[in-house]
């Protein structure tokens, strides 16, 4: 599973370069709106970007951000309108491009998202998160090293960020280069060791290296972090298989389809029989 997060506002760096004067007001209800997303209350976030929308309808940031929100609950025909407007307000204002190729992706507008991923790169280089994304478009069409050379830049800009090696980690399994992938998704769980789904990948990655007893170590942990996730005992039924733990097999195949993944149902006719 690669990465295409929702994008919390204190990683964009917006600089609009609108000439409509913004006063300390609207800016205000700007950042109670951007405080309300980062703690994931979206609708309050969109209700003060819309106060500040309401004073000033040049306001190209606060279209772009509430563009995002909404989004982010799920309006996605909304968001991609705030975004149009963002940018119709300032052209210049590269950030605008990002959330607006977000949106665009989210509505299955692939070629739109790449345009506007493509234009925030080009007024802003340092713009991890657009090569973080049109990397992910790549990988997602089978342009693997352009993904990877995506995903290479974006690191060298923001390297502290743990989902860029997750997100190059996948591209390494595509391309069967399982070492190197490994190698990635444990700079991930450097940067972030509560996150079970780089325990998972790695344990993935370990499975394809055939490396049997290290992915089954990996994959208990990615349970005992979050022990809900079917996904997780399915993936360590088949560890066990490989490591001739039968019983142990059929027990996690079972709890696999308790959580609700179905598709454990077939493992367990290849496996339990």
Same mark, same amino acid.
């Given at each position: 599973?690669?990465?295409?997060?929702?994008?919390?506002?204190?990683?964009? @760096?917006?600089?609009?370069?609108?000439?409509? %004067?913004?006063?300390? !007001?609207?800016?205000?209800?700007?950042?109670?709106?951007?405080?309300? $997303?980062?703690?994931?209350?979206?609708?309050? /976030?969109?209700?003060?970007?819309?106060?500040?929308?309401?004073?000033?309808?040049?306001?190209?940031?606060?279209?772009?951000?509430?563009? #995002?929100?909404?989004?982010?609950?799920?309006?996605?025909?909304? /968001?991609?309108?705030?975004?149009?407007?963002?940018?119709?307000?300032?052209? #210049?204002?590269?950030?605008?491009?990002? $959330?607006?190729?977000?949106?665009?992706?989210?509505?299955?507008?692939?070629? /739109?998202?790449?345009?506007?991923?493509?234009?925030?790169?080009? *007024?802003? +280089?340092?713009?991890?998160?657009? !090569?973080?994304?049109?990397?992910?478009?790549?990988?997602?069409?089978?342009?693997?090293?352009? @993904?990877?050379?995506?995903?290479?830049?974006?690191?060298?800009?923001?390297?502290?960020?743990?989902?860029?090696?997750?997100?190059? /980690? &996948?591209?390494?399994?595509?391309?069967?280069?399982?070492?190197?992938?490994?190698?990635?998704?444990?700079?991930?769980?450097? #940067?972030? +060791?509560?996150? +079970? *789904?780089? !325990? =998972?990948?790695?344990?993935?990655?370990?499975?394809?290296?055939?490396?049997? &007893?290290? @992915?089954?170590?990996?994959?208990?942990?990615?349970?005992?972090?979050? +022990?809900?996730?079917? =996904?997780?005992?399915?993936?360590? @039924?088949?560890?066990?298989?490989?490591?001739?733990?039968?019983?142990? %097999?059929?027990?996690?195949?079972?709890?696999? $389809?308790?959580?609700?993944?179905?598709?454990?149902?077939?493992?367990?006719?290849? !496996?339990?029989?």
């Amino acid at each position: 599973m690669r990465m295409l997060w929702f994008i919390f506002l204190s990683n964009i @760096a917006f600089s609009c370069s609108s000439n409509h %004067t913004i006063n300390e !007001y609207e800016k205000k209800m700007k950042e109670k709106g951007d405080s309300c $997303v980062d703690a994931y209350n979206l609708e309050k /976030g969109i209700y003060y970007y819309t106060e500040a929308i309401k004073i000033n309808s040049y306001y190209a940031e606060a279209y772009a951000k509430r563009g #995002l929100a909404r989004r982010g609950t799920g309006d996605l025909t909304g /968001g991609l309108e705030d975004a149009n407007h963002s940018v119709f307000i300032d052209s #210049l204002c590269s950030s605008c491009y990002l $959330v607006r190729g977000q949106c665009r992706e989210s509505l299955g507008d692939t070629l /739109g998202a790449l345009n506007d991923y493509n234009k925030d790169i080009k *007024l802003n +280089p340092s713009s991890f998160l657009s !090569y973080n994304n049109r990397a992910t478009i790549y990988s997602s069409t089978g342009k693997l090293n352009e @993904a990877l050379t995506d995903y290479n830049t974006a690191i060298q800009l923001s390297p502290k960020v743990s989902m860029l090696y997750n997100n190059r /980690g &996948q591209v390494f399994l595509d391309m069967s280069l399982f070492s190197k992938a490994s190698s990635d998704f444990s700079s991930a769980i450097s #940067l972030e +060791p509560n996150n +079970p *789904l780089y !325990y =998972q990948q790695r344990s993935i990655s370990y499975f394809q290296n055939k490396q049997y &007893q290290e @992915a089954f170590t990996d994959c208990s942990k990615a349970i005992s972090l979050n +022990p809900k996730n079917g =996904q997780y005992f399915s993936d360590r @039924a088949i560890i066990r298989y490989e490591l001739n733990q039968k019983d142990s %097999t059929c027990s996690d195949l079972k709890k696999a $389809v308790q959580l609700g993944f179905d598709t454990a149902n077939e493992y367990l006719l290849i !496996y339990c029989k």
